[in-house]
């Protein structure tokens, strides 16, 4: 069995959270489940649990992450050993954890570029957010990417269950999330994609 083919067995937010609770370095949940911190209810199933944090800080992560088996996903979707002391390229996004090659895989990180205190796109370097902006904490202390940030990564190409997060989440937004994801889409997908019209409903 290939590595990829191995078993999801994602751990809880709460889980997740209490993993990088001592991190000297920012993390957010992300994906769904970052979604779904917004809405304040669960929206739908998970296949996995998404941990985002920045590409600068990958040798501080991987120290953390120890006593972690962290696997790095090659496009366009091979995924190998991440050796210590290795720099990963920028054509890797994605990093699937797990505690042994017995166990299933338990999250994923994905690495976000930065320029100065800007989160920067991964598919076009004029879209930026402050990391402020982009940093949801709730009230058990976890770290949540905003929703805005998060469309705007299910907005290159949606599937059925990113068209479900954003008709859950897009009326809770405010108005500058909204014309923030507007623009973003705007600029770096279609001026025709789907999601424009209703952003510009409200």
Known sequence: MLEHEKAWSPLTVLSVAKIFEKANFPWWIAGGYAIEAAVGNKIREHADIDVLVLRCDQADVHQY?????????????????????????????????????EDSWRFQLMLADVSGHYWVSRYDGHVKASLDDITR?????????????QLYYKAKSPRSKDQLDFDAVVGMMSAKERAWLHQAISTSFSKSHDWLKRLDSF
């Open 137 to 149: 904490i709730d009230s058990d202390g976890v770290h949540y990417l905003a929703p805005h940030i």
């Open 65 to 101: 992450l120890r006593q972690w088996e962290c696997w790095a996903a090659d496009p366009p979707g091979r995924l190998r050993y991440w050796n210590a002391n290795e720099t990963l390229n920028n054509a890797i996004k994605d990093i699937w954890c797990r505690k042994s090659p």
